[in-house]
């Protein structure tokens, strides 16, 4: 499992570029048992070394006036790139849920938790 955090970036939610506040994002590997039925001993076991490769995130926007107020469908399909100093992601990805919060005397943020669909681009972060 690889974990990469930050607090600068964007998403692009119905063509509308946001900032995000921060945002983290979570690469796995889920393994996949491919031993024969007839095998018998524990050490026989074999894995796929590959698996089946899974991304997930959560970024925080604020939102302020100069914007609309985000209204993302559950299941959009949406573009994102997350940077920190070391490094720019970027892909694709589903949202699969959104939660609003306000905190007293502060600026609406907007959760937005996403399932990365496809590879996950990493580059140089922006200058």
Same mark, same amino acid.
């Given at each position: 499992?690889?974990?990469?955090? =930050?607090?600068?970036?964007?998403?692009?939610?119905?063509? @509308?570029?946001?900032?995000?506040? +921060?945002?983290?994002? &979570?690469?796995?590997? =889920?393994?996949?048992? @491919?031993?024969?039925? +007839?095998?018998?001993?524990?050490?026989?076991?074999?894995?796929?070394?590959?698996?089946?490769?899974?991304? &997930?995130?959560?970024?925080?926007?604020?939102?302020?006036?100069?914007?609309?107020?985000?209204?993302? &469908?559950? =299941?959009?399909?949406? +573009?994102?790139?997350?940077?920190? &100093?070391?490094?720019?992601?970027? =892909?694709?990805?589903?949202?699969?849920?959104?939660?609003?919060?306000?905190?007293?005397?502060?600026?609406?943020? @907007?959760?937005?938790?996403?399932?990365?669909?496809?590879?996950?681009?990493?580059?140089?972060? +922006?200058?």
């Amino acid at each position: 499992m690889a974990k990469y955090v =930050g607090n600068k970036g964007k998403v692009k939610i119905d063509s @509308v570029d946001y900032c995000a506040k +921060s945002w983290e994002l &979570t690469e796995e590997v =889920g393994i996949i048992d @491919v031993t024969c039925q +007839s095998t018998t001993a524990a050490t026989a076991r074999s894995y796929m070394s590959d698996g089946l490769r899974n991304a &997930t995130g959560t970024i925080t926007i604020d939102m302020d006036d100069s914007k609309d107020p985000i209204r993302p &469908t559950i =299941g959009n399909a949406v +573009s994102f790139e997350l940077e920190n &100093t070391h490094k720019k992601y970027s =892909g694709n990805c589903l949202i699969t849920s959104v939660s609003t919060a306000v905190a007293v005397g502060e600026i609406v943020t @907007v959760t937005v938790n996403i399932q990365v669909s496809g590879d996950v681009t990493i580059g140089a972060p +922006s200058a």
